[in-house]
């Protein structure tokens, strides 16, 4: 299946012109000092506009990515950072407004080898 054709059938792109047909994505990653306003950028390609956010734990990740969907992100891909708890967070923030992805890490290399459910996760 091309990108292009997936990209239509499954996560209902923005047109922004009669041929093209471009995903808005998101990134978010988790880190100690990480700031959504200023630790963001943003990415354009004809396919894909990727916005890629860093937050401190899962509280800020839940409001980012209400806000990401607001904005019309279609598309939220997680952080091997987030574990099972943190993507179960953002999922139920998103209520079903966007599709959410994971990277999978648990332990993740850049948290002291911790999964962020420990960091993070304020349930026993």
Do not use: W
């Amino acid at each position: 299946m091309r990108f292009s054709l997936f990209v239509r059938e499954v996560i209902s792109p923005v047109r922004c012109n009669q041929d093209l047909m471009v995903l808005k994505a998101a990134f978010i990653f988790v880190a100690p000092d990480a700031d959504p306003m200023k630790h963001r950028s943003v990415v354009n390609t004809p396919e894909v506009i990727l916005t890629t956010v860093g937050v401190t734990d899962y509280k800020m990740a839940e409001e980012v990515a209400k806000n990401l969907v607001d904005d019309g992100i279609g598309a939220i891909e997680l952080c091997g950072g987030f574990g099972i708890e943190g993507t179960a967070v953002i999922k139920r923030a998103v209520a079903g407004r966007a599709v959410v992805g994971v990277v999978r890490f648990d332990p993740h290399p850049g948290l002291e080898f911790r999964s962020g459910d420990e960091l993070f996760s304020h349930t026993s």
